[in-house]
Nanobody
Framework: QVQLVESGGGLVQAGGPLRLSCAAS????????MGWFRQAPGKEREFVAA????????YYADSVKGRATISRDNSKNSVYLQMNSLKPEDTAVYYC???????????????????WGEGTLVTVSS
């Protein structure tokens, strides 16, 4: 059974850092693009960051560019999201996801992702 399990969420003060982890199991994801999405209360799910397999091309949403760093460790079947200078508007449930390729659907909230985690809540207090 394939699983993506996020961890690292919690309550953080504005301006602080946070590191999210996503551990995958059930298959190897070294040949998958992996990334992060988030969904704030009352809003649609949105793309945050992605890293492809192979050369590891990285993509960020404009809303987190310069504050977020995505990385992956294929030996651990894991992907990470480091976020700095957190803002209250970063409050959301953050989801890990994987797909065989990175494409435009990622920018539309990940309509056709192959795998999803159940999410981890990040709350940024002002």
């Amino acid at each position: 059974q394939v699983q993506l399990v996020e961890s690292g969420g919690g309550l953080v003060q504005a301006g602080g850092p946070l590191r999210l982890s996503c551990a995958a199991s059930g298959r190897t994801f070294s040949d998958y693009a992996m990334g992060w999405f988030r969904q704030a209360p009352g809003k649609e799910r949105e793309f945050v960051a992605a890293i492809t397999w192979g050369v590891g091309t990285i993509y960020y949403a404009d809303s987190v560019k310069g504050r977020a760093t995505i990385s992956r460790d294929n030996s651990k079947n894991s992907v990470y999201l480091q976020m700095n200078s957190l803002k209250p508007e970063d409050t959301a449930v953050y989801y890990c996801a994987a797909d065989t390729s990175f494409g435009s659907d990622w920018y539309r909230g990940g309509l056709d992702m192959d795998y999803w985690g159940e999410g981890t809540l990040v709350t940024v207090s002002s």
